[in-house]
């Protein structure tokens, strides 16, 4: 006969002091938030609701055993004071141990502007350590992927300027194998007297970047640089997250776009402490972050394209245009991208640059054995590709006569046996930095560098 469990002395001392604890924290919990939320008059996303409501859960487990103990059930109350501490403590083991293997420690070293939102931190170097590649990338002095660069006037080089997202900028692969890097090695090597031996590319891709940022960007940097070719590239995340950062755009006279301002910690409104607490939790903990991710995805309002809704999180909208099941109305959102291009593309023929748009294929557009696995996140199964984006920039730019290289079909039919696309992370491997390299030598050398090129 299995004997009942009976608490000793020293476990119901443990377990009253486990519930005059969880009573305390509770209150303290429940008070914080509520001076957050109420008296503070601070915002929160869905998921900080969530927790808040299971603060009050915890408040409310925390008098029921106040109530029992009252009533003289004191070892009742430890038993279940007991069972609570250590699933909690089991709970948060787990969550910490699933976190140091299960999160990558990525260290983009990113830091708010008030002018275009977010930049790489000049002069730092920043660990990227994710199951599917290890490395250090270096920022040089003026913000830019690479070694230091001089200003124009230090400069004989004829100089490239590559302006895009985390694609550009080399996400997954070493400073020397970004496609930047490449192109510039290929460059050196095929362009035609004098030019050969003086080509300069320089990086400004930036994590998350979309053209709006891009073209402030470039009116900061063109000045200083003063590239002879602008190299635009094009990502498939760009349609809404041009639309996310526009929504917070400061605009100026002809109500042309004055600034798309970050928000530097210091400055943060109150709510900063509940994203803080997110943010921490996003960076530590893999069971509740990928918790509050989901209750995030069931929570948001469709069609409300934030900077966080499109950027932060894994949405599965960023993608939908390329999607044969996409009938959304876009005429809106396009209007704003080509608004961006086309005003890059006047910057560079008022500073007599020249200007080349691109646009390159995510792995799904690709094949299926490319992004195997992360495209599960936002791609639906047995999702039919569509290819109206490809054919709405490539209208755009032939309207506007802008010089523009698709390299759809380069990616499409590439033969050579290796992997352009990580399983889970969606950027391109050494292979497809390659491929990307290759397809812009040949278009500059063609278009930009010939004897007769102009």
């Not at 994590?207 to 063109?222: I, T």
């Not at 928000?263 to 996003?282: F, G, M, N, Y």
């Not at 936002?378 to 709405?392: G, H, N, Y």
């Not at 030598?441 to 560098?449: D, G, K, V, W, Y």
Request: proline share 5%; hydrophobic share 45%; glycine share 6%.
């Amino acid at each position: 006969m299995i004997k009942p469990f009976r608490t000793g002395p020293l476990a119901s001392r443990l377990g009253m002091t486990v519930a005059a604890s969880l009573v305390v924290s509770g209150f303290a919990f429940i008070a914080a938030a509520f001076d957050m939320l109420l008296v503070q008059r601070a915002t929160a996303g869905a998921a900080s609701f969530l927790g808040l409501g299971i603060v009050c859960a915890w408040c409310i487990a925390s008098l029921a055993l106040t109530v029992l103990l009252a009533a003289g059930r004191a070892e009742l109350v430890a038993r279940i004071s007991l069972v609570i501490a250590s699933t909690a403590i089991m709970y948060l083991a787990l969550d910490v141990a699933a976190g140091l293997f299960l999160i990558p420690r990525l260290s983009p070293r990113i830091v708010a502007d008030p002018y275009r939102h977010h930049k790489l931190l000049p002069n730092s170097h920043a660990d990227f350590d994710h199951s599917e590649y290890r490395y250090v990338q270096r920022v040089n002095n003026l913000g830019l992927r690479g070694p230091d660069v001089s200003l124009a006037g230090d400069s004989a080089a004829y100089r490239i300027l590559l302006l895009g997202d985390s694609f550009t900028m080399g996400k997954g692969v070493a400073d020397g194998r970004t496609f930047a890097a490449l192109l510039q090695s290929a460059l050196n090597r095929e362009a035609p007297v004098p030019i050969a031996g003086t080509v300069e590319t320089l990086n400004a891709g930036t994590d998350s970047y979309a053209p709006v940022l891009s073209l402030l960007q470039l009116r900061e940097l063109g000045p200083l640089l003063q590239p002879d070719l602008v190299v635009l590239n094009f990502d498939m995340s760009d349609l809404l997250q041009e639309t996310a950062y526009r929504r917070k755009a400061v605009f100026g006279p002809n109500d042309s776009i004055a600034a798309v301002p970050g928000e530097p910690r210091a400055q943060k409104k109150p709510v900063s402490r509940l994203r803080s607490l997110r943010h921490w939790i996003d960076q530590h903990l893999f069971l509740t972050r990928m918790l509050l991710v989901y209750f995030d995805k069931l929570t948001r309002e469709p069609d409300v394209y934030t900077v966080r809704n499109t950027v932060t999180l894994a949405n599965p909208d960023l993608l939908k245009h390329t999607l044969q099941c996409d009938t959304a109305d876009r005429s809106a959102q396009w209007g704003k991208v080509f608004d961006s291009i086309r005003s890059m593309k006047r910057f560079c023929d008022e500073n007599g640059m020249a200007f080349l748009l691109t646009t390159y294929p995510w792995g799904h557009q690709v094949g299926d054995a490319e992004w195997a696995e992360g495209r599960r996140h936002f791609i639906p199964r047995d999702a039919a590709v569509s290819d109206r984006t490809i054919e709405e920039i490539a209208s755009f730019a032939q309207n506007d006569s802008i010089r523009f290289l698709n390299a759809f079909p380069a990616f499409r039919s590439y033969a050579g046996g290796r992997r352009l696309y990580y399983d889970y992370d969606p950027h391109w491997t050494p292979a497809g930095h390659e491929l990307m390299a290759g397809e812009l030598a040949r278009s500059i050398l063609e278009n930009f560098l010939r004897a007769d090129a102009g």
